[in-house]
């Protein structure tokens, strides 16, 4: 079975500065990896995925990830926020079967609030 | 309009009333999915469904029902609703035989007295 942890519940930053939310996740078998974001009174928004390939992965507004096979892990980042980042993030794994398509189903992490400070 | 839609947006009812949330989507997606989310833990799956004719349960199905009538809807039953399932409830659609993305709708606030 897959699980995602998301280490840090809450993350307060001063805006301009850089920010990282940090995921481990874990699962038997290959995986795609997935962080969405959730504005205040709104539903989950798709920031960026990694499928194969290149391990940075590059999102909307300025976000990216790397995918690290052997720490299980995959980091979001931005190298400097603004107040209109404030929002909740999320961390998803979906496994894969052996020809690499998705089983359907996402794990979540718990999230982690990210809070923008003037 | 958006593409996952959501009724009601705010319910609040009494413990040991029927409820039911709705789910319909204009993405053309046979995948289904309901989720609930809870501060500090996450999204976790409640039932998901491949097409109408497939149902299937996620890790916390247990006083939940689900039905799907038709490719586009999907809603949601609490036979009889009990505090602990105050929650907010998202619909999510995704596109059979792909990489697991999903697309949320707006979400349902539930709240049970």
């Known amino acids: 079975a897959q699980s995602v942890t998301q280490l840090d519940s809450q993350v307060p930053v001063f805006e301009e500065a850089p920010v990282e939310l940090r995921c481990n996740y874990s699962?038997?078998?290959?995986?795609?990896l997935f962080w969405y974001v959730q504005y205040p009174n709104q539903g989950l928004q798709l920031l960026l995925k990694y499928l194969s390939g290149s391990t940075l992965v590059k999102g909307i507004n300025g976000f990216e990830a790397e995918f690290n096979k052997s720490q299980t892990s995959f980091h979001l980042r931005k190298p400097s926020v603004h107040i209109s980042d404030t929002a909740e993030y999320f961390c998803?794994?979906?496994?894969?079967?052996?020809?690499?398509?998705?089983?359907?189903?996402?794990?979540f992490g718990q999230g982690t609030i990210l809070t923008v400070h003037p | 309009d958006a593409d996952v839609t959501q009724t009601p947006r705010n319910r609040i009812t009494k413990t040991g009333k029927r409820i039911m949330l709705e789910c319909s989507q204009t993405k053309g997606h046979d995948r289904m999915y309901w989720y609930r989310q809870d501060p500090g833990l996450g999204l976790r799956l409640i039932y998901y469904s491949f097409d109408v004719k497939d149902i299937n349960k996620g890790e916390i199905s247990d006083g939940y029902s689900v039905s799907r009538q038709a490719q586009a809807k999907f809603s949601l039953s609490l036979e009889s609703a009990i505090p602990n399932q105050t929650a907010l409830y998202f619909c999510a659609t995704g596109a059979g035989g792909s990489t697991g993305e999903l697309f949320f709708g707006e979400g349902s606030r539930l709240t049970v007295l």
């Open positions: 998803a794994v979906s496994d894969t079967n052996a020809g690499g398509t998705s089983y359907g189903k996402l794990t």
């Open positions: 699962s038997s078998v290959s995986v795609y």
